[in-house]
């Protein structure tokens, strides 16, 4: 029998997303996908601090969605991960395994016996003799933590990826495109933006911006003088109930410098890389998480920018069932569910 695909487990800093496909004849269907809001606090700034708390909302969203396989892949980003782009000199895979580890530390700001490194090549023969290779690094003490509250929930951690890759997978199955064109996808959550540009059909950069969309609610809570929880009502309520009274035109104000703000930054990451890159042009940018449905981002986005931006949305190829799912509810839920999607579609074997 064919193996199994991991569940997708994805623990952000405001909600915890589970997504779980098969790969059938009729292509990837979709068998499970639900969300779970975290209290806040229970993660802040990448960092675990409630872990029993995190390990019964996982365990909820297992029992209320009935999924019986045991198997999760999670993912790290922010400053626990390191990817970067080295040049070395033309080598074979078994070569390169070899010398990786040694290589890796001059590159890595961290003691190498600190962290877990793995690598892809990118170009084999970039010219001059020389290879292109993306270096993944990731610390070992924030790997195990998060295997370790997995594990707690009963579950068997089986592979452990990188926010920045599992949008890649999900934006791969959902969006085929020639791969002469070079795409930006971004990610834009509570606590972190993840971009990574495609280019040649291959991550050619990547960027974790450790700020998103808690930074709008943190702004909502000062001016108002709310607590957290309702600053972060405000921000999501729809606006007819809020248009009475004038305070959706502020909290819209406030949403639109944030979304400046935010901009400002991801547009930083995106000139770095067209500073240094060859196929700098970036033809789309392909948008997604929770905060990029804040007032101003997308509109804000395309006009900084000068690019088209579309919806990553992981469903768009995705065999879905209407007689198991709400569709209109599954679509609505779209935009926060591309690195859970992403995640679903490795096998426990993969890399
Ligand atoms: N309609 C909306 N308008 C504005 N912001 C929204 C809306 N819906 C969700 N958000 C914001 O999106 C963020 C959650 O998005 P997402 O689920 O992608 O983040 P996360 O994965 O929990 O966080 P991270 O990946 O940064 O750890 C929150 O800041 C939330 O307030
Ligand atoms: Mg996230």
Same mark, same amino acid.
């Given at each position: 029998?064919?193996?199994?695909?991991?569940?997708?487990?994805?623990?952000?800093?405001?909600?915890?997303?589970?997504?779980?496909?098969?790969?059938?004849?009729?292509?990837?269907?979709?068998?499970?996908?639900?969300? %779970?809001? #975290? $209290?806040?606090? &229970?993660?802040?700034?990448?960092?675990?601090?409630?872990?029993?708390?995190?390990? *019964?909302? =996982?365990?909820?969203?297992?029992?209320?969605?009935?999924?019986?396989?045991?198997?999760?892949?999670?993912s790290?980003?922010?400053h626990?991960?390191i990817?970067?782009? %080295?040049? #070395? $000199?033309?080598? &074979?895979?078994?070569?390169?395994?070899?010398?990786?580890?040694?290589?890796?530390? *001059?590159? =890595?700001?961290?003691?190498?016996?600190?962290?877990?490194?793995?690598?892809?090549?990118?170009?084999?023969?970039?010219?001059?003799?020389?290879?292109?290779?993306?270096?993944?690094?990731?610390?070992?003490?924030?790997?195990?933590?998060?295997?370790?509250?997995?594990?707690?929930?009963?579950?068997?951690?089986?592979?452990?990826?990188?926010?920045?890759?599992?949008?890649?997978n999900?934006?791969?199955?959902?969006?085929?495109?020639?791969?002469?064109?070079?795409?930006?996808?971004?990610?834009?959550?509570?606590?972190?933006?993840?971009?990574?540009?495609?280019?040649?059909?291959?991550t050619?950069?990547?960027?974790?911006?450790t700020?998103?969309g808690?930074?709008?609610?943190?702004?909502?809570?000062?001016?108002?003088?709310?607590?957290?929880?309702?600053?972060?009502?405000?921000?999501?309520?729809?606006?007819?109930?809020l248009?009475?009274?004038?305070?959706?035109?502020?909290?819209?104000?406030?949403?639109?410098?944030?979304?400046?703000?935010?901009?400002?930054e991801?547009?930083?990451?995106?000139?770095?890389?067209?500073?240094?890159a060859?196929?700098?042009?970036?033809?789309?940018v392909?948008?997604?998480?929770?905060?990029?449905?804040?007032?101003?981002?997308?509109?804000g986005?395309?006009?900084?920018?000068?690019?088209?931006?579309?919806?990553?949305?992981?469903?768009?190829?995705?065999?879905?069932?209407?007689k198991?799912?709400?569709?209109?509810?599954?679509?609505?839920?779209?935009?926060?569910?591309?690195?859970?999607?992403?995640?679903?579609?490795?096998?426990?074997?993969?890399?």
């Amino acid at each position: 029998m064919a193996v199994k695909n991991a569940v997708g487990l994805d623990i952000g800093t405001s909600s915890i997303k589970v997504a779980h496909v098969q790969e059938t004849k009729k292509g990837v269907q979709l068998m499970a996908f639900d969300t %779970i809001m #975290l $209290p806040p606090d &229970t993660i802040r700034d990448g960092q675990i601090l409630n872990a029993p708390q995190l390990v *019964q909302r =996982i365990q909820e969203l297992f029992t209320l969605n009935k999924i019986k396989h045991r198997q999760v892949a999670v993912s790290l980003s922010g400053h626990s991960v390191i990817i970067k782009k %080295i040049s #070395l $000199p033309e080598m &074979t895979l078994a070569e390169l395994e070899d010398s990786i580890q040694w290589e890796a530390e *001059q590159y =890595i700001p961290f003691d190498i016996k600190d962290v877990n490194v793995d690598f892809q090549i990118i170009d084999p023969h970039a010219g001059q003799a020389q290879m292109d290779v993306l270096l993944v690094a990731a610390k070992k003490a924030v790997i195990e933590e998060m295997c370790e509250v997995v594990r707690a929930a009963r579950l068997e951690p089986v592979l452990v990826d990188v926010d920045a890759f599992a949008l890649y997978n999900a934006f791969e199955l959902n969006f085929p495109l020639p791969s002469d064109q070079t795409v930006a996808l971004i990610n834009v959550g509570a606590s972190t933006i993840n971009i990574n540009v495609v280019s040649g059909g291959m991550t050619s950069f990547t960027r974790d911006i450790t700020v998103g969309g808690n930074l709008l609610t943190e702004e909502i809570s000062k001016q108002f003088a709310v607590p957290w929880e309702e600053a972060e009502h405000m921000k999501t309520t729809s606006e007819t109930t809020l248009s009475m009274s004038g305070v959706l035109r502020e909290v819209q104000r406030i949403s639109g410098r944030v979304s400046e703000v935010l901009i400002a930054e991801i547009q930083r990451s995106l000139d770095f890389f067209a500073a240094t890159a060859i196929n700098a042009d970036i033809s789309a940018v392909y948008l997604c998480g929770g905060a990029a449905l804040q007032s101003g981002l997308i509109e804000g986005m395309e006009r900084r920018l000068g690019t088209h931006v579309r919806a990553l949305n992981p469903f768009n190829n995705v065999v879905i069932d209407p007689k198991k799912f709400d569709t209109a509810l599954l679509q609505r839920m779209a935009p926060i569910a591309a690195v859970a999607m992403g995640l679903a579609l490795r096998k426990p074997d993969d890399r």
